[in-house]
């Protein structure tokens, strides 16, 4: 009846979601190694990236995670993939001076966590302007291409660009799709 690809690709709006998760780690990760007196190289550098890759490996940044049902909430993943933040941040700040301790990695934790929801809060009318509908081709009958067309909540999310429609007793063009 439907044909659809649920977001198969990144869009521009995932990629604003990942540099506001980039960006947060990183002013996370400098405040706390400021106060602790650290290096900043090569833990500046390269933990925040795995704060995004973590949660870009778990689906986090795409659309269709939430309606595929995802049996494990988005935010499970942002907490895990900031644990493993502040545990590559520790290891890569013990490189150039002394590592961070166990507070200072809770706190960058925490703080990672934190002005990450804040800066997806602030982005997030940027966010819905980006996010595009997906666009469906609707094959079967005039009745349900129409009921479609008319159910307002969908064109939030979906717009019909094309209707195929199928007779009851089927196509009488055996080429037709």
Do not use: H, K
Request: aromatic share 8%; proline share 5%.
């Amino acid at each position: 009846m439907l044909g659809s690809m649920q977001q198969g690709r990144y869009t521009s709006a995932a990629w604003l979601l990942a540099g506001v998760d980039v960006a947060a780690a990183a002013l996370a990760l400098a405040a706390i190694l400021l106060l602790a007196g650290g290096p900043a190289l090569p833990a500046l550098a390269i933990a925040p990236l795995l704060f995004a890759g973590g949660i870009a490996a778990c689906g986090g940044y795409r659309r269709s995670f939430d309606e595929l049902g995802g049996i494990v909430p988005r935010w499970v993943f942002r907490i895990l993939a900031a644990g493993l933040f502040a545990w590559s941040a520790a290891l890569l700040s013990s490189v150039g001076g002394p590592a961070l301790d166990a507070g200072q990695q809770l706190s960058v934790w925490a703080l990672a966590i934190l002005i990450s929801a804040v800066g997806r809060t602030a982005a997030s009318p940027l966010l819905r302007r980006l996010r595009r509908p997906e666009r469906w081709i609707v094959v079967g009958e005039e009745v349900t291409a129409g009921e479609l067309a008319a159910y307002a909540p969908l064109r939030q999310y979906a717009s019909i660009v094309c209707e195929v429609m199928i007779n009851g007793n089927g196509s009488e063009d055996p080429d037709r799709a």
